[in-house]
């Protein structure tokens, strides 16, 4: 059975139907819990003193992630690992804006361990190495258009989104900042140690989560697939095989350089990248939408050359396939149970439920 | 039946037993999810321009408490929301660092609905209004101390924590860092929100926590009951009856001062502090002890004056009722369900299950 085709025959009323039965049923979990993965230490030297306390002889843990997860009852063997993006916390895959199931809920009705990530230098996981300067920045009608919820104070038409102001107001209260300088690195470390904890794993990523999790698979053989939601960044490449910088109305898109054999890791699982709606396909001022447009078509690029490396990427624009409206954040959007469905559907096919 | 004799007669051995059941058994939840409650939203000035966004015509969303909530089928009408200390998060009320049940939970397990809270400018709600600078700063061994496992790097005898080295890198990782200037205020007024959505409720409280909790009840009158797990701070008294600041090897210790019909209203319901072990009796030069001589004696004058106006406040000092070596995370040591069930049956005396 063809992936992409099947899934086309997915309607809105079925998955809508679906969503309501499910809400119903209670969720039943064998475990959950909380822990910390990866992570450094920095002592000072010298003496501690308890009785007079400086800096001296005293040490800071930091830059590891913070993970919650569940394990419902007769669980699948391999988790998912979802990891947010740029700015964003393990909220993401939690609760929708408008109040429905997200994907941490959805995927464990469908039988999956979850395990919710807040990066290193983020939410729960805040205490960093490094130092950092946090200034409140007015940035929601930048995210509202960079979001693609639509071009402020418009919605799009057609828009996969609840338009509702307490709606709104809860999206934008998603955002929650670095406590640390941002570093794809830092967090890919952390996230390999998070699976040699959790064994052979699923990662999910958003965004900005898109380059750190292709560095967690170039770091850890447990990958077993990367279902990755509009990655944003990160896109590498084997050294000699970089393509140019692309400009934007919001700035230069450059790819990034590996050791070839590191790349090569990248071609050991299936790896399933999605796209939401309104793209435009021509260079644009409007710097929301054209930010999107060259991750288009950096994204096309890098499939192209997974694939010529030997690799199993498949990339799903997803009004090519008949799925309208999504923003940028597809796994919340009102249609997520048909987007569950359809990455489901994929893990079936690789074998991975 | 008198609430803390029959406390008294709970044993180690039952306690034990009784958490290898609890794991056994999955959880079923009925409903689980994440919003945000409270905050405000701060507009610059003049006219925002999607194609080249500055600060002009934008706006940022902040100072809201995020909440995860799960309700267990068959609840409780009454549910708990635990408030986390100074440098913590909702993490404080999860696993514990050995990797057992937390309150979040063994209190599910007992019935209740249970919301654990980010406070603003914490964790999952780090858009603060204000700016912050954030140093890493080596306090390991002051936590340490300060928390009660013991004088670095000795562990108290008897004191009820494993001593793995892994136990306490977990429990290190568990600070994260204010994104915002830490006010009281700014806590209870979104405390007093999130009760607004859930509706009557149970307050659980630790550490700094205590402070803006008591501020929640002023502002809020569907405040059930308080269980404060060594409140460290925001000791609130009515105006003319301020005791004086108390001095200790770790500094002052001050009383607030609220007009007298604000304090009132910590007196319409039960409430009930905690105090584990290793407090001293006397000033010593141990930092890390003394600080805890003052606040307790700070509470034991608070108790009075709640009570001397008409409140039902109880202080259980542990060790006085033959529970030993609590350190300053009750809710987390290596006794946690003898200390849940104790806090259940004060619940259930109150008729709050």
């Not at 692309?246 to 700035?251: D, R, T, V």
Request: glycine letters at 10%; aromatic letters at 10%; proline letters at 8%.
């Amino acid at each position: 059975m063809n992936f992409l085709g099947a899934c086309m025959v997915s309607t809105g009323i079925l998955a809508a139907a679906s969503a309501s039965a499910q809400q119903a049923e209670p969720l039943v979990i064998s475990e959950q819990g909380s822990f910390f993965a990866g992570g450094s230490v920095v002592t000072t030297p010298g003496t501690y003193n308890n009785n007079v306390p400086t800096a001296e002889g005293q040490s800071i843990h930091g830059d590891h992630l913070y993970t919650f997860y569940q394990i419902p009852q007769d669980a699948k063997s391999t988790p998912i690992v979802m990891l947010h993006g740029h700015m964003q916390s393990a909220r993401s895959w939690e609760t929708t804006p408008d109040g429905r199931e997200g994907f941490q809920t959805l995927f464990l009705r469908k039988g999956y361990p979850v395990y919710l990530v807040d990066q290193p230098r983020r939410g729960r996981a805040g205490n960093s190495l490094e130092a950092a300067t946090i200034e409140p920045t007015p940035l929601d009608q930048l995210f509202f258009d960079q979001f693609r919820l639509g071009i402020w104070p418009d919605y799009f038409e057609g828009v996969q989104v609840d338009q509702s102001p307490e709606t709104l107001e809860q999206f934008l209260r998603w955002i929650t900042p670095n406590t640390g300088p941002y570093d794809p690195n830092v967090v890919a470390d952390a996230m390999s140690a998070l699976v040699d904890r959790t064994g052979p794993a699923i990662l999910f990523t958003h965004s900005q989560g898109g380059g750190p999790g292709w560095l967690t698979a170039i770091r850890n053989e447990d990958i077993r697939a990367i279902v990755s939601y509009e990655p944003g960044s990160g896109f590498v490449f084997p050294e000699g095989e970089v393509p140019e910088t692309m400009p934007s109305a919001g700035g230069p898109l450059a790819a990034e350089a590996v050791p070839l054999e590191d790349f090569q890791k990248l071609t050991r699982f299936p790896i399933l990248i999605y796209y939401g709606d309104n793209f435009p396909t021509e260079p644009t001022e409007r710097r929301g939408e054209d930010i999107w447009r060259v991750r288009l078509d950096m994204a096309k690029l890098w499939v192209e050359a997974v694939n010529r490396h030997g690799g199993d990427v498949t990339l799903v624009h997803l009004p090519e396939i008949g799925i309208t409206g999504n923003t940028h954040f597809p796994f919340s959007d009102l249609n997520n149970v048909e987007i569950a469905d359809h990455t489901a559907q994929f893990l079936a096919e690789k074998g991975l439920d």
